[in-house]
């Protein structure tokens, strides 16, 4: 797909696993909401007819066999080029007349990435009990670990500039794939944007695919890793700490207690306790290399963006010299 300075290209990206009943709606939608877009459908392995309906209603429509929505993101950002993506779910729960709010800050270049917040017409009809609690801790946790002040982490009604799309490296591969770029654009600095937008129930016969507890758990998981990964200074130096004190209260105990002679108790205790101050070093000195290795990338990766860009704007120099 060629790239216009003077008209942007906008792809409008559909990951689907059996939406035959939402996705021609779906479709129509967005290319009534956005014209001037190209909607491409990717067919997660659907056994209803997803992919036959979305490319009868006019969507460009690609197959991914890997099953997983993360596959799915991972295929879309290497098969589709475009200067701002607006991503969504083929169930009709996403309003496609916001999209033009929603890709907006992209265009006019002051947001890296634009993430729906997701406000309930009806919250029980369009949530599970435990999904509202499931995205209050997950929300928490990541803004208290990365000091954000986002108010939805799992949206999947995403809009991103073509630099997030070429730069975000994909790692999970299944519902904890919004997390985890979430994550990756707080650690990278990109500057996120929230539009509040209504989230619809399904209609009926179109059922969610999310399993509350095994996905929740897979993302409190993807958290951890994340934290342990984007933030090891304070990962593994809040580990030292605790072992740390549990090293003083130990000691403290030894020190304070009345010992029979030849007790073989006390003996333990002191081993104990200089091994949890071995393991507290230990612990702080792998986040100080780790966190060094992270920076360390973090400039290579900066310079690397640098340079692209640099020469994108000279290609696009070239281009624009040629048609004139």
Known sequence: MSRSSSSPTIAVLLPCYNEAATIEKVVRDFQQALPEATVYVFDNNSNDGTGEIAEKAGAVVFTEKRQGKGFVVESMF????????????????????????????????????????????????????????????????????FGANLGDIMSGYRAFSREVALNLPIMAYGFDIETEMTVQALYRKWVIEEVDIIYGERP????????????????????????????????????GILFFVMAIATGTVVYLTEWSPGTAWRTALIVMAATLVAMSLIAASIGLIVQLVNFRFLELDSVLRRHRRRMEKTQASRTDKEQS
């Not at 309930?120 to 801790?137: Q, S």
């Open 204 to 239: 009926e016969g179109s059922e969610s695919k999310l399993s509350t507890f095994r996905d929740g758990f897979r993302v409190l998981f993807r958290i951890l890793n994340l934290f342990r990964s984007y933030k090891p200074l304070t990962f593994f130096g809040g580990m």
């Open 78 to 145: 290497e098969q589709v080029e475009a200067d701002c993506y607006l991503m969504a779910d083929g169930d009709d729960t996403y309003p496609a007349k916001r999209a033009r709010e929603m890709i907006a800050p992209v265009l006019d270049g002051t947001a890296d990435m634009v993430v729906g917040r997701r406000i309930a017409r009806d919250r029980d009809a369009a949530y599970r009990r435990f999904h509202v609690f499931g995205n209050w801790l997950v929300c928490k946790l990541i803004n208290v670990i």
